[in-house]
Nanobody, 116 residues
């Protein structure tokens, strides 16, 4: 089983930046990809960014439009999400996810609130 622990959420003004971190532990062998999803109140969970472990494939949600960057430190088994030019509509709980075979593991989520 994979355990994921997120950190780095908080309150920021519109136009500001935040960096989220997600540390993976446990059965991390053969994880195929890691990334971030988000869920705002009353909305479905949506993809923010995901990256294969080898780094060959990266996908971003359409709303990102160059504002966010996903990266990974393999030595630390940690994935990061740098978020710039934040907007109030980015307010949501951000969840780290890992994909291993057919299974998805989720972190507990970290709240990101962007004030106008």
């Amino acid at each position: 089983q994979v355990q994921l622990v997120e950190s780095g959420g908080g309150l920021v003004q519109a136009g500001g930046s935040l960096r989220l971190s997600c540390a993976a532990s446990g059965s991390i062998f053969s994880i195929n990809a890691m990334g971030w999803y988000r869920q705002a109140p009353g909305k479905q969970r949506e993809l923010v960014a995901i990256r294969t472990i080898g780094g060959s494939t990266t996908r971003y949600g359409d709303f990102v439009k160059g504002r966010f960057t996903i990266s990974r430190d393999n030595a630390k088994n940690t994935v990061y999400l740098q978020m710039n030019s934040l907007k109030p509509e980015d307010t949501a709980v951000y969840y780290c996810a890992s994909l291993k075979g057919g299974e998805t593991s989720w972190g507990q989520g970290t709240q990101v609130t962007v004030s106008s």
